[in-house]
């Protein structure tokens, strides 16, 4: 039972052009999200979060965007970098626990020349 | 200067050994994590330690057993391991308090059992 879902495996973006990665979750209990970005060997590293307080958060090139009613929430990249070719996954956690961070599989991102 | 880290980077063994990773972080947070991520890339949590105390223990086998001696150190043991443990662990670190944080990952140790 995949309670967080990205269904896109992989997306390739023109650099400068606009990459939107998107993340389904299913659980209600839900109320705090995150956005990793993992290299081949290398650890995810944090991008954006966002509590479900909120419908939007933005951090420079970075802005997720929160739809609690449809439990979707989407990362935007403007503009797409070389250097943003990587694997993103989308992760949830629920109210009261903190710590317990349920992660999609991963959107493999790659931005062309 | 890294924030966490996890020894050895890779760990190639038979089945039925049993073996440890290390995971060490200088940020000074007060929870450790471990995480598996399996062939399908699925990361899925196993183990949370906060302040030395287990918070999070998902369905693990019996197998696999955490130790976190202080705060900045939390090593998983495997015992007698199986061709299905073959996978990527990932140690991970947060601050809980005052404000719910995001984890800092460790590069993550590649176990391969043959």
């Known amino acids: 039972d995949q309670q967080v879902k990205q269904n896109s495996p992989s997306l390739s973006v023109q650099e400068g052009r606009i990459s939107i990665l998107n993340c389904d979750y299913t659980n209600s209990m839900f109320d705090y999200f995150l956005w990793y970005k993992k290299y081949p060997a290398e650890g995810p590293t944090f991008l954006i979060s966002?509590?479900?307080?909120?419908d939007k958060n933005e951090d420079g090139r970075f802005t997720v965007f929160l739809n609690k009613s449809a439990k979707h929430l989407s990362l935007h990249i403007v503009p797409s970098q070389p250097g943003d070719s990587a694997v993103y996954f989308c992760a949830a956690s629920p109210t009261g626990t903190a710590s317990k961070l349920t992660f999609g599989t991963g959107t493999r991102l790659q931005v062309t020349l | 200067d890294t924030a966490v880290s996890q020894t050895p980077k890779y760990l190639v063994t038979q089945m039925g050994n049993d073996k440890s990773i290390k995971c060490e972080q200088n940020?000074?947070?007060?929870?450790m994590y471990w995480y598996k991520q399996d062939s399908k890339k699925f990361l899925k949590i196993m183990f949370s330690y906060n302040n030395k105390e287990l918070i999070i223990n998902e369905t693990v086998p019996n197998r696999f057993s955490p130790k976190s001696p202080d705060k900045a150190h939390l090593n998983l043991h495997i015992n007698s391991l199986e061709l299905g443990d073959s996978a990527v662990y990932f140690c991970a670190s947060s601050q809980s308090r005052p404000t719910r944080d995001e984890q800092y990952f460790g590069p993550g140790t590649r176990l391969t059992v043959t």
């Open positions: 966002i509590s479900s307080i909120k």
């Open positions: 940020l000074g947070h007060d929870t």
